[in-house]
């Protein structure tokens, strides 16, 4: 199995990152923390155990999703083509065969069978919230950034080109700043399945706190890029009060590190930095997890994306994007893979009709948004709001 605790290089094409290392190496790693640097690196491979799933978990998702008609089709190596799904799962015979995703894992879960999730998500969750994600064509963050007169677009998050020159990064910030979104319909779904006790854990890269102001608790939730509640030193991580760094910053100011004049940036994990301690929890959270929902994300940047392959190969992997990615783009695909390929605000909202769901997400969402969308404050200037979040309730 891959480990994590390596420190990971940051590889563009065309841009030497020697700078980056020796950068890293200058600063203050307070003792004891162990740290896991973020990288850009590009995924292609699936550190996948070679061994089939085998066990009984898998079997019996087989035999509850497929049609007599798909499973013939199966067994003669021909591939069903559903003219209205673009769902896709792999099937027992190792052919792409699609299937109905939502509907297979939509009753296992109401099936019982269901009880510890982890959702993987990442910008394609809330651009449905009006925010871009970053690397579709066009639209993407990474594609707009002309203005900032940077070398390439990710320098944006790169720490070394920060050190160098902070302001393009503060510029982006007054507008990446949370507060002028509110979180969408998946939002939501991923808060009803922390109220209805099966959610093991979210690791999110998203930085735009859409998830904690939906209702998500802090214990729930993996911010695995960091986020704006907090701001600490670049170079020696002294921490700096969050609500002044974001006056300095949208005054247009650098704030100052008091201790020893570098640069203070929000806690959001640039290239070439370290994750965030709660990231490692993944080491326990996934081995434990009987269903990965994987959703929004490119699977492009490490460690991140490789935290998929760490769940038991008989676990069952959802992934509800645009496009298929990392290691959904591969045929055959891992037995016990699906996916639904379209809009996630539709293929959630698909799922959560199949379970029932979908009106009491509706009124959680209206009752909670009319509460607190107007009177968000900041997480690093409050306690929190989300008080009613650690209710659950069950769902069987
Ligand atoms: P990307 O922009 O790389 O990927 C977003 C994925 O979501 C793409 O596959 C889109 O097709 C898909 N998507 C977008 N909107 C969708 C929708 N409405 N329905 C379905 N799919 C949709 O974003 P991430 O994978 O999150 O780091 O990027 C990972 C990291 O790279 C980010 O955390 C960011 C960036 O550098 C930071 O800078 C903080």
Redesign the pocket.
């Known amino acids: 199995m891959k480990t994590y605790t390596n420190k990971l290089k940051c590889v563009f094409p065309g841009v030497t990152m020697s700078k980056a290392k020796s950068s890293r190496d200058r600063r203050i790693n307070p003792a004891g923390v162990t740290r896991v640097t973020r990288s850009?690196i590009i995924t292609t491979q699936d550190s996948q155990r070679t061994k089939p799933a085998d066990s009984g978990l898998v079997d019996d998702l087989s035999l509850m999703s497929v049609s007599e008609q798909q499973a013939l089709l199966a067994r003669e190596g021909k591939s069903y083509q559903s003219p209205s799904t673009k769902s896709v799962l792999s099937s027992a015979s190792g052919s792409s065969v699609p299937r109905e995703a939502l509907g297979t894992i939509g009753r296992l879960m109401k099936l019982g069978r269901v009880r510890n999730i982890v959702v993987v998500a990442?910008?394609?969750i809330s651009?449905?919230s009006g925010i871009p994600?970053?690397?579709?064509p066009g639209t993407?963050l990474y594609a707009n950034l002309a203005k900032y007169d940077i070398p390439y677009p990710?320098a944006i998050?790169n720490i070394d080109y920060f050190s160098d020159n902070p302001h393009p990064f503060f510029s982006l910030a007054k507008e990446l700043y949370p507060g002028h979104h509110r979180p969408n319909y998946v939002h939501y779904f991923i808060r009803m399945l922390h109220q209805k006790g099966l959610l093991l854990r979210m690791y999110t890269?998203?930085?735009d706190g859409l998830e904690k102001l939906c209702g998500i608790p802090d214990d729930k939730l993996v911010e695995a890029?960091g986020s704006f509640a907090t701001a600490a030193c670049h170079l020696c991580y002294t921490p700096y009060p969050a609500e002044e760094a974001k006056q300095a910053i949208m005054n247009g100011n650098v704030p100052i590190c008091t201790f020893c004049a570098g640069a203070v940036k929000p806690n959001?994990?640039f290239f070439g930095e370290d994750l965030p301690e709660k990231y490692f929890q993944h080491a326990e959270d996934f081995p434990k997890a009987d269903l990965l929902m994987i959703m929004?994300?490119?699977?492009?940047?490490e460690p991140f994306a490789s935290l998929i392959n760490t769940v038991k190969s008989t676990v069952p992997r959802l992934l509800l994007?645009?496009?298929a990615?990392g290691p959904f783009e591969r045929r055959p695909l891992r037995r016990g893979d699906y996916m639904e390929l379209g809009?996630?605000?539709d293929s959630v909202r698909k799922l959560a009709e199949i379970l029932g769901w979908h009106t009491e997400i509706q009124d959680l969402m209206n009752s909670h948004e009319n509460g607190v969308c107007c009177s968000y404050t900041d997480p690093s200037s409050s306690s929190g709001e989300n008080s009613d979040s650690s209710e659950t309730d069950s769902m069987h």
């Open positions: 850009s990442g910008a394609g651009t449905a994600d970053f690397r579709t993407g990710e998050f890269q998203n930085i890029h959001v994990v929004g994300t490119s699977l492009k940047i994007n645009r496009d990615v809009d996630l605000s």
